[in-house]
């Protein structure tokens, strides 16, 4: 009898192999390959425990130098305006060009700091902030009323008000890039310069990132939690307690901050992820994922569009939802750079013109 894991693992096997064979009838356009499809799941840059190598940004291996980058670490309250505190590191910390790296997917400071250290490196007249978003890494559980990346781009306009940074250049990846995108709308000052490094968009996008960052807590069937299968939903804050992310985030995080969470109202939650996911799977046939197509000529911010590959199979940050950006957002423009020593070439030169 085949078991439920048994049959898990025989997909995946099957589904990486159909990619492999996708990616080599279709070819790619610079040839520099399809990285976020060949290792499953790294677009969703799960952070917590349980996310893969990534070379470019998740656990990236140091540059020369990147060792002696100075860091500073802050707990920023950004209360009364936001019921949250933030964590947040800054690389190059006397440097006068502000730069802010926003994660992508539920990834943190733990996952995706290296890449911000070798930014710095590359560039030690840059001051390179990166922090983790509301309800991840070491910063404060806060669930509101509003779409996740509403209520991350609001934290991050107050966020650049108690740093002093504005204007600032905003880096944002795939997630990341959504709530950028919130800020760069709604306050316009405080935006040098957009980066979006991968943009998100498209139907696949849509339909899966809904489900699997907010809408499969809502389901009544079973939920995988850390080393079984859940017969019951969640029901309670004990329950999500269980799950990988959310277990993942109590380990590393203080008591303090351990007792916020199980502190939170069960419905709040179950409330936030039903508003998050729905407004995800509303705009699967608008150009940016979370943003309807109207909104992005009105944006008169600088911005450039990184994409690391150059293949047409990457179903959640298309070539094609990437190029139909740079034709409404003005002023754009676009570039592949699938490792750092490009990304460093197309940023480096974008943040120093824009940002002062």
Do not use: C
């Not at 080599?24 to 610079?30: F, K, N, P, Y």
């Not at 997917?105 to 509301?134: E, Q």
């Not at 943003?291 to 179903?315: C, R, V």
């Amino acid at each position: 009898m085949i078991t439920y894991n048994r049959l898990l693992f025989l997909s995946i096997k099957f589904l990486l192999l159909i990619l492999f064979l996708s990616r080599s009838v279709l070819g790619a356009e610079g040839d520099t390959g399809d990285i976020q499809n060949d290792v499953m799941d790294v677009t969703l840059f799960r952070g917590a425990a349980n996310n893969t190598w990534f070379e470019v940004y998740f656990n990236a291996q140091p540059i020369e130098g990147a060792e002696k980058v100075e860091m500073e670490s802050l707990e920023i309250n950004l209360r009364p305006e936001r019921d949250v505190t933030l964590y947040v590191e800054i690389f190059n910390p006397s440097a006068q060009i502000p730069l802010i790296i926003t994660p992508g997917g539920n990834g943190d400071t733990n996952g995706f700091g290296s890449f911000a250290r070798n930014v710095a490196a590359a560039a030690p007249d840059l001051k390179v902030i990166i922090y983790d978003r509301r309800n991840l890494g070491r910063s404060e559980i806060s669930f509101g009323s509003e779409p996740q990346m509403v209520e991350e781009g609001e934290d991050l306009h107050v966020l650049i008000d108690r740093l002093g940074v504005a204007p600032v250049t905003v880096y944002g990846m795939s997630s990341g890039g959504r709530s950028n995108l919130i800020l760069s709308a709604r306050y316009p000052s405080d935006v040098a310069a957009l980066v979006l490094a991968p943009l998100t968009g498209g139907p696949l996008a849509s339909a899966r990132l809904s489900e699997e960052y907010f809408l499969k807590y809502l389901h009544d069937e079973q939920l995988v939690t850390m080393d079984h299968i859940s017969d019951e939903p969640i029901n309670t804050i004990e329950d999500l307690a269980e799950t990988p992310l959310w277990s993942a985030y109590l380990e590393r995080n203080s008591t303090a901050k351990q007792q916020r969470f199980f502190d939170q109202n069960i419905d709040d939650f179950l409330k936030a992820m039903k508003t998050s996911g729905e407004h995800l799977k509303a705009t699967g046939d608008q150009v940016a994922l979370g943003m309807s197509d109207n909104e992005l000529p009105k944006l008169e911010i600088p911005s450039t569009l990184i994409l690391h590959h150059g293949s047409y199979i990457d179903y959640l940050h298309p070539i094609t939802n990437t190029r139909a950006a740079t034709t409404l957002i003005p002023n754009s423009s676009f570039a592949f750079a699938p490792y750092l020593p490009e990304i460093i070439d197309v940023l480096l030169p974008f943040v120093r013109e824009h940002t002062h």
